[in-house]
């Protein structure tokens, strides 16, 4: 079964770049048919979509972060990843991958990786 | 894309049914009879329970069940059981977009 996994720095200072990898296994990015998507969860707040990206490097980005997020794919490695520039305390917050899958305008988020709790702070 | 509109709580006891809904508008919930629900315990990730409005991953309990009408999807929790306590989320696809609902916490007394 797919299962992902999320990895990068704890601690991030303000102003600087946010940058976090997705690792996926029991399954192939670059096999298609699904998105790979970022999901964060401020402290105690509900969930906030940022973004997809399709194994072919098709993205689409939540238009509230738009200008400040990339995702990128590395299909021979089977990860995709995050990067979040400029950011600031309201950035502070976990930040889950998840498996995005999207059928007949519908979507829906499966399997999702443990989190990883990123601190903005000097 | 506001967020969806879900109760902050609802309760229930042991054994009884509730009912969480998510109000959303025409250009999500009302568009699309496509929500999904996810159900997170403290310190865990968000679990699927149900997508495409009314469908069940494989895995979960038919307790769990999803409807909609006009803009409004809910979830049904029948025969509550202490491990259902946990937050739920709605979402919604939205165009492109995605949105979630702001979460409701599920005490079972």
């Known amino acids: 079964q797919v299962q992902l996994q999320e990895s990068g720095p704890g601690l991030v200072k303000p102003s600087q770049t946010l940058s976090l990898t997705c690792t996926v296994s029991?399954?192939?990015?670059?096999?298609?048919?699904?998105?790979w998507s970022w999901i964060r969860q401020h402290p105690g707040k509900g969930l906030e979509w940022i973004g997809y990206?399709?194994?072919?490097?098709?993205?689409y980005y939540n238009p509230s972060l738009k200008s400040r997020v990339t995702i990128s794919v590395d299909t021979s490695k089977n990860q995709f990843s995050l990067k979040l520039s400029s950011v600031t305390a309201a950035d502070t917050a976990v930040y889950y991958c998840a498996r995005d899958i999207r059928y007949s305008s519908s979507t829906w988020f499966d399997p999702w990786g443990q989190g990883t709790l990123v601190t903005v702070s000097s | 894309q506001s967020a969806l509109t879900q109760p902050a709580s609802v309760s229930g006891s042991p054994g009884q049914s509730i009912t969480i809904s998510c109000t959303g508008t025409?250009?999500?919930?009302?568009?699309?009879?496509?929500v999904s629900w996810y159900q997170q315990h403290p310190g865990k990730a968000p679990k699927l329970m149900i997508y495409?409005?009314?469908k069940r991953p494989s895995g979960v309990s038919n307790r769990f069940s999803g409807s909609k009408s006009g803009n409004t999807a809910s979830l049904t929790i029948s025969g509550l059981q202490a491990e259902d306590e946990a937050d739920y989320y709605c979402c919604s696809y939205a165009g492109s977009d995605v949105v979630f609902g702001g979460g409701t916490k599920l005490t079972v007394l």
């Open positions: 990206i399709y194994y072919s490097g098709s993205t």
């Open positions: 025409s250009s999500d919930v009302g568009s699309y009879n496509l």
């Open positions: 495409e409005g009314s």
């Open positions: 029991g399954g192939s990015i670059s096999s298609g048919g699904y998105y």
